[in-house]
């Protein structure tokens, strides 16, 4: 199964840039990474994706690794609703299981 | 569009009771997830679902059974409660594994 790791927590200051970092060492040619976040008390929500090439939506930005070994969540200007935790995804063949997390704290 | 449901949204449980969690998605996903996320943890898959009639096991299965008899819904039983058994329960489904997975708002389920 692909494995995913992730720091356990990360702080920001508000209004600056966050890279989130993700290792998946086991993930597939064909495995594509994702990303979600949970806020408190919710149900996880996407926040992006990609295979190969660098992404970029109205959330955040995913830089790819090269080798695909590892992926950065970029939050360009974090604010205080971007406290959260989150997760990288490895999707082994039909499952896809979820890395252990990143607790964002964002400072005032 | 209503997504992912999920019922009920709390339950509290004696030991070795038996219950089944309810998840109904209207999007036509084929794949259909179900997590348990312990306090202050990460998210494990339990079981998962290709399709209707296709099931097959997460990491965490012991304890639990599934069935999928269609594309809408996955339940999730619960036979012979334990204390182990205490967590939130997330349902997710997708059009395949490429894709966005969309969640359900959770079963909060306590086992005294």
């Known amino acids: 199964d692909a494995k995913t790791t992730q720091p356990n927590s990360m702080e920001s200051n508000e209004e600056e840039p966050v890279h989130l970092p993700c290792n998946h060492s086991?993930?597939?040619?064909?495995?594509?990474i994702h990303w979600y976040r949970q806020l408190p008390s919710q149900g996880p929500e996407y926040v992006i994706h990609g295979l190969t090439s660098n992404v970029n939506n109205r959330m955040a930005s995913l830089a790819i690794a090269e080798d695909r070994k590892s992926s950065t969540l970029i939050l360009h200007r974090a604010t205080l609703r971007d406290a959260a935790v989150y997760y990288c995804t490895g999707a082994s063949y039909d499952k896809v299981i979820f890395g252990p997390g990143t607790s964002l704290s964002v400072i005032p | 569009n209503a997504g992912v449901t999920q019922t009920p949204k709390f339950r509290i449980l004696k030991i070795g009771q038996s219950m089944t969690l309810q998840c109904t998605q209207d999007m036509n996903h084929n794949y259909m997830y179900w997590y348990r996320q312990d306090p202050g943890m990460g998210l494990k898959l339990i079981y998962y679902s290709v399709g209707a009639g296709i099931t097959d096991k997460g990491e965490v299965p012991n304890g639990y059974n599934v069935s999928r008899s269609t594309t809408e819904d996955f339940p999730l039983r619960l036979e012979l409660a334990a204390p182990s058994q205490t967590s939130v329960y997330f349902c997710?489904?997708?059009?395949?594994?490429?894709?966005?997975?969309?969640f359900g708002a959770g079963t909060r389920l306590s086992v005294l």
């Open positions: 997710a489904s997708t059009r395949d594994r490429k894709n966005i997975q969309y």
């Open positions: 086991t993930i597939s040619g064909t495995d594509y």
